[in-house]
């Protein structure tokens, strides 16, 4: 069975820094583009970065482009996300997940097979 499990979320203060991970397994985690998502309370899921199954390209959001870093360790079948300056609206939950298309498609769909439950993240100001 296919898992995605997040975690590293918490409480920050503005400006400051955290780092999420999520380990896969029950999947061939090389073969698959990776992406993270957040919903913040009262709004709709929004793409936030995604990479593709080799880590060679990656896609961000416009609203954490300089400050979000995406990345994947296919060894330890891992994606990570380094989020730095963090900002209050920032806060949401955020969740990770798979998918065998095109990591560039998942901006533009959100179309994923798997999907994590997700850790909160809640930025203070």
């Known amino acids: 069975q296919v898992q995605l499990v997040e975690s590293g979320g918490g409480l920050v203060q503005a400006g400051g820094s955290l780092r999420l991970s999520c380990a896969a397994s029950g999947l061939t985690f090389s073969r698959y583009a990776m992406g993270w998502f957040r919903q913040a309370p009262g709004k709709e899921r929004e793409f936030v970065l995604a990479i593709n199954w080799s880590g060679s390209s990656t896609y961000y959001a416009d609203s954490v482009k300089g400050r979000f870093t995406i990345s994947r360790d296919n060894a330890k079948n891992t994606v990570f996300l380094q989020m730095n300056s963090l900002k209050p609206e920032d806060t949401a939950v955020y969740s990770c997940?798979?998918?065998?298309?095109?990591?560039?498609?998942?901006?533009?769909?959100?179309?994923?097979?798997?999907w994590g439950k997700g850790t909160l993240v809640t930025v203070s100001s």
């Open positions: 997940a798979a998918t065998m298309r095109s990591s560039r498609d998942i901006a533009n769909t959100g179309r994923m097979e798997y």
